[in-house]
């Protein structure tokens, strides 16, 4: 599921990458399937792919990897 709504900006056959503005991406990887497509507009919780025991996200902010991220049952939030 996305994590937040964004615009698929990058898809391979085990990733995808959403951008939630012009200088946030949350990429998610080792996915099995994908269900999206570069250009597609998702909302929070659209399901974008299928993963098979874990999958690793990583966010980025002007093209770098956020390293603290705090996470709740309901949110994300981080430090630019």
């Known amino acids: 599921l996305s994590f ?5 900006t990058e898809g391979t ?7 939630l503005d012009d200088d946030t ?9 994908v269900f999206v497509a ?6 929070q919780n659209t399901l974008i792919g ?8 990583v966010i980025a902010e002007s093209g770098e990897v956020v ?8 949110q994300l939030s981080w430090q630019a």
């Open 67 to 74: 390293k603290q991220v705090v996470a709740s049952p309901t």
């Open 50 to 57: 299928k993963y098979d025991g874990t999958f690793s996200t």
């Open 13 to 19: 056959e085990n990733s995808v990458t959403v951008a």
């Open 4 to 8: 937040t709504s964004g615009t698929v």
């Open 38 to 43: 570069v250009g597609d507009s998702v909302e």
């Open 25 to 33: 991406t949350i990429t998610y990887s080792n996915l099995v399937a």
